[in-house]
């Protein structure tokens, strides 16, 4: 599922996940399938979007079973950029 913006820029377009503000990945999206499916760790170098991945599979579990969801990051400089 992808959005597109005035630009030609493609966006993620999934339940939970504002229109126009996670640009689309292929791997990301795929890894993300795959973390909401089984459980699998994600290794990726700096950079490639870990959090984007573990924000997909969250709004996905949210969309599916309901809930609240909790994100903790080690300094506050993350805290900042996540929020």
Known sequence: MAATDAEGGSFVDRPLVTSGLLE??????????????????????TGLGKTAVSLLVTAHRLHEYGGKSLLLAPTKPLVEQHA
């Open 24 to 45: 689309r990945r292929d791997y990301q999206l795929e890894l993300a399938d795959a973390a909401s499916a089984e459980h699998t760790l994600v290794c990726l170098p």
